[in-house]
């Protein structure tokens, strides 16, 4: 049996979630980089379905305890490609560009702050392998 601590779903899947999350800050670079290009129109990434899309088919076994429960038997992260879209219903400046300069800095800091958030968890988790490799030392 061979055990591969790095090809686990959890991480795979917060692995995905951080791609995503780098992807969307280029795109908000990207808008804040033609601020003042006329017609240019704000884009963002879909965010919505982010669990829906990287939970699909997994090695993960469940079982149900009831026969109510339901019975989905696995699990997996696979990583596809975030839909971006040109983001409607923003007001439009005299040369029709409609990058808000506030709207795009507060989604560079939720992209941020979920990244770092990420990490965090992803070094919490190395933590853990590292203390079972040691024994509980450490």
């Known amino acids: 049996m061979r055990l591969d601590l790095f090809q686990e779903p959890i ?16 795109i908000v670079a990207s808008n804040l980089a033609n601020i003042d290009t006329p017609g240019y129109r704000t884009r963002d990434i879909s965010f919505h379905a982010t669990m829906e899309e990287l939970l699909s088919q997994s090695p993960i076994p469940l079982r149900a305890s009831h026969v109510e429960h339901n019975t989905m038997s696995s ?16 007001p439009l400046r005299a040369d029709r560009n409609n990058v808000d300069l506030d709207r795009e800095m507060l989604k560079l800091s939720e992209t941020s702050f979920g ?16 203390s079972a490799i040691n024994d509980g030392r450490a």
Do not use: C
């Not at 990244?115 to 590292?130: H, P």
């Open 11 to 26: 991480m795979d899947a917060m692995g995905n979630y951080m791609t995503r999350l780098s992807k969307r800050q280029q």
């Open 75 to 90: 699990l997996a992260f696979a990583p596809l490609e975030p839909e971006v879209f040109t983001v409607s219903g923003l």
């Open 115 to 130: 990244f770092s958030v990420m990490a965090q968890l992803l070094r919490g988790k190395f933590r853990t392998l590292a």
